[in-house]
């Protein structure tokens, strides 16, 4: 029996008795722009989700994605079976990768990203005389997906309404090394796992030296440190994996969205050659995990496109000089009675703190009225537009979140 009026799809994240009849059905997107089904259009301030880095409507993409489709669309790459974009883009991965002797395994997108990262961790403990290694550490605000170790990991707890049900998992203040180290120091920990700038938990920044403290830390107790690169890759922070700027070699990096601009589902994982050498000597038995989509051709032939664009483009520059220019332009509604905090700075990514009275799915609905999407989150307003992005962009952009702030105040 169908529940509403107009479509049967169930959207994540979502209050469907109130999205069921109203939903916004867009047709088409073009650089920094997406049109609906109306005929309206809007400035993508949020690249989608945090992915599309080299804007919309590339048909350079597309047509890498043809070209594979009519020559072998898909095929699984489990035991000995590879096809040739899968190599290209592992190969191509792990020389930007700032990780010696990487190694790629590859997935559908971050959550599975997420999930190997933790079996991984754990079950390299298990294969080198440390089977007590299994606590997992993740930071308050972050987020990792929504997978089974993902939801168990997030720091946002309105995320882990199902949780825990994976076992042997702590969350410390996102900006305290000494409390990292005190878990550290306990014992049993197999990996800690961060995002280089949290996303989904309000946009926030790292405090100067603590990503390189906390790896630091890690190295000093012995366990292993996975950067949460999903959404901080491929440009967003003005380098590969986002990382780089603070000099850090991790053991690990989860990767999606960008790796792709969302064009097709794709993410991984970049393993250190210590990780990944009791996995991958001779002998050794298989890490009994992977995902059918692992290593798609299709999905990989996109993801070549994509950074062949990113480089063709010189995007990564682009990134640089875009995130000082996000920042000033989030920093003009700072003075606004609803405006609490200006986010950003690091990468192309901002946030503006709300006052806890206002809303800000209100707010978010005030903008898109005004022709600019941005993202609600818990007690902000989120921004991350495409790379491609101009002043003049920015321009529009902050013209409609001040009226819309001024909206909903009202």
Known sequence: ?????????????????????????????????????????????????????????????ADAVHRQMTRLATYQTFGDFTNEPARALADRLAALAPVPGATVFLGSGGGDAIDTAAKLAREYFAR???????????????????????????????NRFAAPFVPDVV???HDDVAALEEVLAGGGVAAFLAE?????????????????????????????FVADSVICGFGRLGTWFGVERFGLEPDMIAFAKGVTSGYLPLGGLVVHERVAAPFWAEHAAPFRHGATYAGHPTACAAALANLDVLEREDLLARARVLEGELHAALSTLGDHRCVAEVRGGV????????????PPPTVARAARERGVLIRPMT???????????????????????????DAAAS
Do not use: K
């Open 171 to 173: 969350t410390v203040p």
């Open 196 to 224: 280089p700038v949290i996303g989904a938990g309000g946009v926030i920044p790292p405090a100067p030296g603590y990503l390189e403290a906390a790896a630091a830390a890690c190295r000093r107790h012995g366990a292993l």
């Open 347 to 358: 990468g192309v990514l901002g946030a503006l703190e709300l006052d806890p009275a206002l």
């Open 1 to 61: 029996m169908r529940i509403g009026p107009v479509s049967s799809l169930w959207h994540p994240f979502a209050a469907m008795g109130a999205v069921r009849d109203a939903e916004l059905v867009l047709v088409r997107g073009e650089d920094v722009w997406v049109d609906d089904d109306a005929g309206n259009r809007y400035l993508d301030a949020t690249a989608s989700l945090w992915c599309v880095n080299a804007g919309h409507g590339r048909t350079e993409i």
């Open 128 to 158: 080198t005389g440390e089977p007590e290694r299994t606590v997992l550490v993740s930071r308050r605000h972050s987020y990792h997906g929504t997978h089974g170790f993902g939801t168990a990991l997030a720091g946002m707890p309105a």
């Open 379 to 405: 007690s902000a307003l989120g921004f991350s537009p495409p790379l491609t992005t101009r002043p003049e962009h920015l321009d529009r952009l902050v013209e409609a979140v001040r009226g819309a702030l």
